[in-house]
């Protein structure tokens, strides 16, 4: 029975030889594997009579047992050790000071419209929403612009499939919100009482074929538009001026009106703002000798609001526009619409936009 006894030692001292789980494992195949000692062991009883195989297969049973043991207590020693060089690696230390969570801030097309959403509001203005894929008849045919004219080579812009288009400006929002307007109150204009005015901004994203330092692909607009009796060009002059006032904070401002041409208004209008561009990088709005232009604006053509099912011997409205991210520049005096898009954390930190401490790749703070 020695020979079992020192087999038993010799397993127990190769177990705790082995210093990783793998190592373990070659281990107890020199003792328990398939062509280990104890399956030797068991194949020369063999040769063994009866009585001999009843004494030494319990011996090397209780060996193998003693074997097993061993390595299992081995086994668990090794994931102990384990577990605890983890729980030292990922301590921590609470008397540390916590990490600092970086704020960040609105990007400034963001606060834009949010400055201008807040402005309009405050004048009694809805603001409408609708969908970025459009029908050609929303974005153009109901805006008197038919597939023959003209003016759809100013709004060349991204097809898909089904006939659908990425809307080139925000006006088919005022389509949709003028349609939703004449159904919703349908009875009460039949019964001959009129329509409730309608007053409301249309801002989102649009898409069109251009870039370049003051275009971009996609840009953001913004448009106002009133419906109701007696509505003239006084009531959109009236509009834009305090609307400008109250965005660039100013009391006083001069406005001057271009004639141009929209398909969809008439007459239509252009505005420009004087201002002051005699310091390099800056611009003075309400003084100096200079203009700058503002966006485009015009009477709502007649044929549009037939389209909307609105009586055009009987209603006038006005509608204007302005590009969200240009209203922005100016704001804020930046000079490349392009940098709105490029995600660069240094530009939003220049203008104010970002938090001042900004997390790094290792988890640490930099100033």
Not at 66 to 85: F, K, M, T, Y
């Amino acid at each position: 029975m020695n020979e079992l006894e020192d087999l038993v030692r010799t397993a127990q001292a190769a177990f705790v030889a082995s210093s990783t789980a793998n190592d373990l494992e070659n281990a107890k195949a020199q003792f328990l594997g398939k062509s280990g000692r104890i399956t030797e062991l068991m194949k020369g009883m063999a040769a063994l009579s009866v009585e001999e195989k009843k004494t030494r297969g319990a011996a090397i049973n209780a060996a193998k047992q003693a074997i097993e043991g061993a390595l299992n207590e081995r086994r668990q020693a090794l994931a102990d050790a384990e577990l605890q060089a983890q729980l030292k690696a990922e301590a921590l230390d609470v008397t540390l000071p916590g990490r600092q969570r970086a704020q960040g801030g609105l990007h400034p097309v963001s606060l834009t419209l949010e400055r201008i959403e807040g402005i309009f509001g405050s004048m009694g203005f809805e603001v409408a929403d609708g969908p970025e894929i459009e029908t050609d008849w929303f974005n153009f045919t109901a805006l008197n612009t038919p597939a023959d004219h003209p003016a759809r080579s100013m709004h060349d812009t991204f097809y898909v499939e089904g006939g659908h288009l990425l809307r080139t400006h925000t006006s088919p929002m005022q389509i949709r919100h003028a349609v939703q307007h004449v159904k919703r109150y349908r009875d009460r204009i039949d019964a001959g009482q009129g329509m409730p005015e309608i007053r409301v901004i249309a801002p989102g994203r649009t898409y069109r074929v251009d870039s370049d330092a003051t275009h971009s692909p996609m840009f953001h607009q913004v448009e106002a538009l009133v419906i109701d009796e007696g509505i003239n060009l006084g009531h959109l002059k009236w509009t834009v001026e305090e609307f400008c006032k109250a965005f660039f904070e100013i009391d006083k401002i001069e406005l001057r009106a271009r004639p141009s041409f929209f398909p969809f208004t008439e007459p239509s209008l252009e505005w420009d703002m004087r201002c002051d561009r005699s310091v390099p990088g800056k611009i003075t709005f309400g003084t100096g000798n200079d203009w700058l232009e503002l966006g485009s604006s015009g009477m709502v053509h007649r044929k549009v609001l037939e389209n909307c099912g609105i009586d055009s011997g009987r209603y006038q409205g006005f509608a204007f526009g302005f590009g969200l991210d240009r209203m922005a520049m100016l704001k804020y005096s930046m000079p490349d619409i392009r940098s709105f898009f490029e995600a660069d954390l240094r530009w939003l930190k220049h203008y104010g936009f970002a938090a001042l401490d900004l997390p790094t790749l290792d988890g640490g703070l930099s100033k």
